[in-house]
């Protein structure tokens, strides 16, 4: 079974500055996906950013990028120029290659971005 | 509004009763998902549709779980003689055809379940 370890419950940025949050997954596969999904306050989940494991290049979205460390199953999320719309609950989530899109979650990590 | 609908938003129901969520998904996803969220945990995985067909379910679906998906558009998901554990948030997500980069999941704001 696929475990995700978010090690971060809860994290504090100011708005403009950059800040990271944290992930690491543990499996046997050799193809799958990670992605990280924002889930703010009574709101549904967003795919905020994906990354494919073949793929060595890292993922950018916008003010987001992760840094994928394959060889150590790490997987962060960058967040620059943070803005108050970023506070929310972050997850990041595994996904077989072939399991459709049955994804395994973190317990989250909730990010406040302060004024 | 195009996207994932689930209702009710919010059920309280006294242990032991059954009860019944809906999602609509977005129109033209032929897959389907349904996940558990309970307070300070991920979603859990619970099972997923292609179309009408049920493809996958999780050990957490208990015997007391079914979910159907008729005609392959929306679905239900019941709970039978319901216990205070299966409070939590029931989400459903949605997608489009295979796996992979181009069917990216979207979930609705899910129903919200109190067990009494």
């Known amino acids: 079974a696929q475990t995700v370890t978010q090690s971060q419950p809860e994290m504090s940025v100011q708005e403009a500055e950059t800040v990271t949050l944290s992930c690491t997954y543990d499996?046997?596969?050799?193809?799958?996906?990670l992605f990280w999904y924002k889930q703010p306050p009574s709101r549904q989940m967003i795919l905020v950013i994906r990354?494919?494991?073949?793929?060595?290049q890292n993922a950018t979205e916008n003010r987001f990028s992760v840094n994928f460390q394959k060889a150590a199953k790490s997987f962060s999320l960058k967040i620059s120029d943070s803005q108050l719309g970023d506070t929310a609950m972050y997850f990041c989530?595994?996904?077989?290659?072939?399991?459709?899109?049955?994804?395994?979650f973190g317990k989250g990590t909730s990010l406040l971005v302060t004024p | 509004d195009t996207g994932v609908s689930q209702n009710p938003r919010h059920k309280i129901t006294k242990r032991g009763q059954n009860v019944t969520f809906r999602c609509d998904p977005i129109?033209?996803?032929?897959?389907l998902y349904w996940y558990r969220q309970t307070l300070g945990q991920g979603p859990e995985f619970l099972t997923y549709?292609?179309?009408?067909?049920?493809?996958?379910k999780s050990r957490l679906l208990s015997d007391r779980f079914s979910a159907e998906r008729p005609k392959g558009s929306f679905s239900t998901l019941e709970i039978q003689r319901t216990e205070q554990g299966d409070s939590a948030m029931y989400l459903c997500?949605?997608?489009?055809?295979?796996?992979?980069?181009?069917?990216?999941?979207?979930f609705g704001q899910g129903t919200r379940l109190t067990v009494v």
């Open positions: 989530a595994f996904m077989k290659h072939e399991s459709g899109y049955a994804l395994n």
């Open positions: 499996t046997s596969e050799s193809n799958y996906y």
């Open positions: 990354q494919e494991a073949y793929k060595q």
């Open positions: 997500a949605s997608s489009r055809g295979q796996y992979g980069m181009n069917t990216e999941a979207f």
């Open positions: 549709f292609q179309n009408e067909a049920q493809l996958e």
């Open positions: 129109s033209e996803h032929n897959r």
